[in-house]
């Protein structure tokens, strides 16, 4: 590494650094209030109020880790230009892309920790931060989940499952109801009072009924035990309603493959599995439209660096929340849902530098 690339990394460092702090401590402020409300509606202590901020930081440190990288490139690049360095290092031979290249390359950096600390680090302290916030407000984390529908295969037939209440950990399920099709025509309708799990035997319903209809009529079959082979255990029902926040790649991907097994709608995880990466990558996204934006005439310095960093805040996440609206209600692929404000923004910058080369 040359001593200029050393040279223009430390003007961004410094920034960069700042950066993180600032939207950090700007996105934390916020939860502050919604922290103290909670606190004085129930009268928690403020050491579980801290606890409670502090495991909402590496949330809050991987939206500001993109926003930071923003900032520094567009101060750093806007201070080279205007003291006349990007002109000194242009007319010594190095092309605009050269002198853009340690900036990029440490964006690319701070992407790649971010996408880590979203794998690694976001996913288990999220996990424990709602499950601190629920203990807090003194309503332990909702474990019986009400009104649980979804649908699996059994015995080559489709169908479709309801359970008043589930509750994973004890694993069972409250008054269910399980209808099978042949084609689109109901062919058993099975109500039970409860429905319990073992893990040697699967499944048992009991106290319930068996509607059997058939092309002379209905009937209907009294038990007290029946077993039934539905393949998914209660943790894996539960996780149905889990958020996708609290959920790591590779969990994400799991719960693709069951709920697509099961003919359910998969848009939300699908959305979120590619945001998941998307979000990290802004960070290299904003510092190839920041440097062409740095490098125009700046008669008002950090002024006007911080107000283009706001500007192009606030119309990539409104933009973001959009497609994702979109996507997680079927109205936009997954991968476009994600993707598009990255496209747009990249294609924009990839333009910007071509033509300020």
């Known amino acids: 590494m040359r001593r200029l690339d050393r040279y223009i990394l430390r003007e961004v460092g410094g920034v960069f650094a700042f950066g993180v702090g600032l939207f950090t401590a700007l996105l934390a402020l916020n939860h502050v209030f919604f922290l103290a409300r909670v606190a004085a509606d129930v009268g928690a202590s403020w050491r579980a109020v801290v606890a409670l901020l502090a495991l909402r930081v590496p949330y809050f440190v991987t939206y500001s880790l993109p926003m930071a990288m923003l900032l520094a490139t567009l101060l750093a690049v806007g201070r080279l230009s205007d003291r006349n360095e990007v002109t000194a290092m242009r007319t010594s031979g190095w092309s605009l892309g050269r002198v853009a290249l340690p900036v990029l390359a440490a964006a ?3 992407a790649g920790g971010a996408l880590v600390a979203n794998e690694w680090v976001v996913p ?47 694993g069972t399920m409250r ?5 099978q099709l ?9 109500e039970a009072e409860e429905a319990r799990y073992d893990p040697q035997r699967g499944w048992t319903l009991r106290r319930g009924v068996l509607h059997l209809f058939t092309p002379d009529g209905a009937i209907a079959t009294r038990f007290q035990d029946l077993r039934v082979r539905l393949a998914r255990t209660p943790p894996q029902l539960a996780a149905v309603r889990r958020d996708p926040a609290e959920m790591t790649i590779r969990e994400l991907r799991e719960q693709l493959a069951r709920l697509r097994t099961t003919g359910e709608n998969v848009a939300r995880y699908a959305v979120h599995l590619h945001a998941r990466v998307a979000l990290p990558l802004s960070a290299a ?17 950090r002024s006007v660096g911080l107000g283009l960093t706001v500007l192009i805040l606030l119309v990539y996440y409104f933009g973001l929340s959009l497609t994702i609206t979109l996507g997680e209600r079927g109205r936009l692929g997954a991968f476009w849902a994600a993707w598009t404000p990255n496209l747009v923004a990249g294609a924009a910058g990839a333009l910007l530098l071509w033509r300020a080369r």
């Open 175 to 179: 008054a269910v109801v399980i209808v």
């Open 124 to 170: 288990a302290s999220e996990s424990r931060y709602r499950a601190l916030l629920a203990e807090v407000v003194r309503a332990p984390r909702r474990q019986v989940q009400e009104h649980v529908v979804f649908r699996e295969p059994v015995d080559g037939l489709e169908s479709l499952f309801y359970a008043r209440a589930l509750d994973p950990v004890e």
């Open 182 to 190: 042949a084609g689109a025509r109901p062919v058993r309708v099975i």
């Open 108 to 110: 690319v950096v701070v």
């Open 285 to 301: 996204i904003f510092a190839l439209l920041a440097v062409p934006l740095g490098l125009r005439p700046h008669r008002s310095g």
